[in-house]
T-cell receptor, first 114, second 116 residues
Framework: SQTIHQWPATLVQPVGSPLSLECTVE??????LYWYRQAAGRGLQLLFY??????ISSEVPQNLSASRPQDRQFILSSKKLLLSDSGFYLC?????????????FGPGTRLTVL | AQSVTQPDIHITVSEGASLELRCNYS??????LFWYVQSPGQGLQLLLK??????LVQGIKGFEAEFKRSQSSFNLRKPSVHWSDAAEYFC??????????????FGAGTRLAVHP
């Protein structure tokens, strides 16, 4: 069966520090991968998606970047964190191109920038 | 552009009472519709989805949803709520994009509180 892992689960970082959040998927090949951010009391905002190794698309311009060095690994990074980067970060995967295919979500990373 | 509206930000019900969470969508073609649930501090779990056929869809944990094209709605229902149903619920519409991936557009969510 497929599983999705995210780490760390919780992170507290000072403003201006770098960031690296990791997401890995097991049990599937060539998944579509997604990074979402969920700010307090708000819905999910799609940040990045990837359809293959090295292929990253950004939904919104911001202080973050993403990379996909391996088929089932997706990394969210920042060189210098801002206060506004605080939030709950969710990684998700799906397969295929049909809009009928659901996305499967990881447990999330709670990021607090102080 | 596709969009999803969940009109109710917070809903409180008593345990054992019935529940209906509203969802309205804007989409040009036949939509793919989803309901997800998120417990505090957790990821999202799929409750049910609709993509064709019977407009009444059964999901996990005793939930069901009805697709009404004329009203552009996909409301989530449960006949008797349990305390463990307290969570945030997200409605989403799915799309296929030429870039070779599928995308979900989420509503802002409805937070459900259950009184004993």
């Amino acid at each position: 069966s497929q599983t999705i892992h995210q780490w760390p689960a919780t992170l507290v970082q000072p403003v201006g520090s770098p960031l690296s959040l990791e997401c890995t998927v097991e049990g599937t090949s060539n998944p579509n991968l997604y990074w979402y951010r969920q700010a307090a009391g708000r819905g999910l905002q799609l940040l990045f998606y990837s359809v293959g190794i090295g292929q990253i698309s950004s939904e919104v311009p911001q202080n973050l970047s993403a990379s996909r060095p391996q088929d089932r690994q997706f990394i969210l990074s920042s060189k210098k964190l801002l206060l506004s980067d605080s939030g709950f970060y969710l990684c998700a995967w799906s397969v295929g191109t049909s809009g009928a295919n659901e996305q499967f979500f990881g447990p999330g990373t709670r990021l607090t920038v102080l | 552009a596709q969009s999803v509206t969940q009109p109710d930000i917070h809903i409180t019900v008593s345990e054992g009472a019935s529940l209906e969470l509203r969802c309205n969508y804007s989409y040009g073609a036949t939509p793919y519709l989803f309901w997800y649930v998120q417990s505090p501090g957790q990821g999202l779990q799929l409750l049910l989805k609709y993509f064709s056929g019977d407009t009444l869809v059964q999901g996990i944990k005793g939930f069901e949803a009805e697709f009404k094209r004329s009203q552009s709605s996909f409301n989530l229902r449960k006949p008797s709520v349990h305390w463990s149903d307290a969570a945030e619920y997200f409605c989403a519409v799915g799309s296929t994009f030429s870039g070779g991936y599928n995308k979900l557009i989420f509503g802002a969510g409805t937070r459900l509180a259950v009184h004993p």
